[in-house]
């Protein structure tokens, strides 16, 4: 794994440390951390916590009701973490009502995030970007944030997901946190594995919901071929 810029980062992405990896969604760790992941699973160790159940991808298919992709989403980021080096043990499925986070205080979230992250004896902590439009993942950042005053020993760290695709100023924004940039190099293979592992949101599980969510093939080659971008949580 090749790091570049910020190198007071190189430290916390080496593998080195054990990480912990908060995804609003599942697929959000495969998309923006699954080189860092897989990296390090071979070293140091990481846990995946991922917020909601992500049951609102496909809200009008009448074959897959929440209930029943919630269990399907859950069983893919399983297989997702076994495809970057991980077991079942390394996530913790929080399963939060999908884009329902704006309904529950992020003090509460940060509690319980709080809890889990102190018996994973962890305390470098990836957070989606702030800039994210997501309200899923704003909500997951302010909760970040409540952690972060209370756990003044804890690091926090952004990486950007949907910013990245959609902010047409994205290049230029970026720069101005300092970060680092990590290619996927050896991992690339383990990270598109992941990546496509969540087959719920690639259109190969839900047939009823012609409107339903399916991640774009020019997204997810960005993600896969593009490095992977941190920078210290703001």
């Known amino acids: 794994m090749t790091v ?3 190198p007071e980062m190189s430290e916390v992405l080496s593998g080195r440390h054990k990480i912990v990896v908060l995804a609003p969604h599942p697929d959000d760790e495969s998309l923006g951390c699954g080189a860092l992941l897989a990296g390090a699973f071979t070293g ?10 992500g049951s609102a991808s496909h809200p009008n298919s009448s074959e897959w009701p929440p209930e029943r992709l919630a269990e399907c989403r859950r069983a893919e980021l399983i297989d997702a973490i076994a495809c970057m080096g991980g077991a079942a043990e390394d996530m913790t ?8 986070l704006y309904q529950i205080d992020p003090a509460e979230i940060a509690n319980d995030l709080q809890a889990i992250i102190k018996t994973c004896e962890a305390q470098h902590i990836f957070v ?3 800039e994210d439009h997501h309200e899923d993942h704003k909500v997951v950042v302010e909760a970040a944030r409540v952690m972060r005053r209370l756990r003044p020993n804890w690091s926090f760290y952004s990486y950007p997901v ?4 959609d902010d047409a100023n994205f290049e230029c924004e970026v720069m101005r946190h300092a970060p680092a940039f ?5 991992w690339a293979a ?9 087959r719920s949101q690639m259109g190969e599980v839900v047939r009823d919901d012609p409107l339903g969510f399916v991640l774009p093939a020019e997204l997810v080659e960005k993600f896969v071929n593009g490095d992977e971008i941190f920078w210290r949580m703001p």
Do not use: Q, Y
């Not at 140091?44 to 159940?53: F, L, M, Q, R």
């Not at 949907?162 to 695709?165: G, I, P």
């Open 162 to 165: 949907w910013c990245r695709w």
């Open 182 to 186: 990590i290619e996927a190099g050896a």
């Open 4 to 6: 570049s810029r910020a």
């Open 44 to 53: 140091a160790g990481a846990h995946v916590i991922c917020i909601t159940d």
């Open 93 to 100: 499925w929080m399963g939060l009502p999908d884009a329902k």
């Open 128 to 130: 989606p970007a702030a």
């Open 190 to 198: 383990n990270k598109r594995a992941a990546i496509m592992s969540h």
